[in-house]
């Protein structure tokens, strides 16, 4: 299996503008999670869905920050508006037995 | 909610013996995982222990007591390439069954 796959690895964007990070799970996980990753706040639970479903949600920081999952194996996690305290790596993590993660995007708004 | 303790920092040479450990406060807790994180990368999964005891994985050793709330990750033949973050994680009733992080220890192997 491939892991899990995170695109694009690297964004960079202005402020006030939408960010879209995609993610693709492991085959046959049926749990997704979202985290994002801070020096300040370490690894920060944001989403997590069960079968396509959202079943925690309270981690999203603002109302600027929504998640989906259209499908067992596809996800996106979108900003809009973005803003410079956004900066940071996101990760999403797939598990079945155990959780895995995949590379993360490393997003910076200037 | 919950709340996990590690240190922050840790340094050893190689060949040596190294132990991470880690507190927790949960609400019904399930088990105490560990993860290992290489600057710029992904945590990878380490180990997980769901029942007290020692779980041996090589040279890698994490251990739980769920009386006492504690765990550790012990690290044995410390090489260069062990360098890195290792972040204990719960899992709770109070978080589903996602994954809680504690802040990280950060590993420096010397020779």
């Known amino acids: 299996d491939a892991g899990v796959i995170q695109s694009p690895r690297h964004e960079v964007t202005e402020m006030g503008q939408e960010v879209t990070l995609r993610c693709k799970p492991i085959s046959g996980h049926d749990y997704l999670f979202w985290y994002r990753q801070t020096m300040m706040r370490g690894l920060e639970l944001l989403i997590y869905f069960n079968n396509n479903v959202p079943i925690d949600d309270s981690g999203m920081p603002e109302d600027r920050f929504s998640a989906k999952m259209p499908n067992a194996s596809f996800s996106t996690l979108k900003i809009q508006p973005s803003e410079p305290r956004d900066s940071a790596v996101y990760f999403c993590?797939?598990?079945?037995?155990?959780?895995?993660f995949g590379p993360g995007t490393r997003l910076t708004v200037t | 909610g919950q709340s996990l303790e590690q240190p922050s920092e840790v340094t050893a040479v190689e060949g040596a013996i190294v132990q991470i450990n880690c507190t927790y406060q949960t609400s019904g807790f399930y088990g105490l995982s560990w993860y290992q994180q290489h600057d710029g990368g992904a945590p990878t999964f380490l180990s997980y222990n769901g029942l007290d005891g020692l779980e041996e994985t090589g040279r890698f050793s994490s251990f739980l007591s769920r009386s006492d709330s504690y765990g550790y990750l012990l690290l044995q033949e410390l090489q260069m390439k062990d360098s890195a973050s290792y972040f204990c994680a719960v899992r709770d009733k109070q978080a589903g069954t996602a994954l809680i992080f504690g802040k990280g220890t950060t590993l420096s192997v010397s020779s």
């Open positions: 993590a797939s598990r079945g037995d155990e959780q895995y």
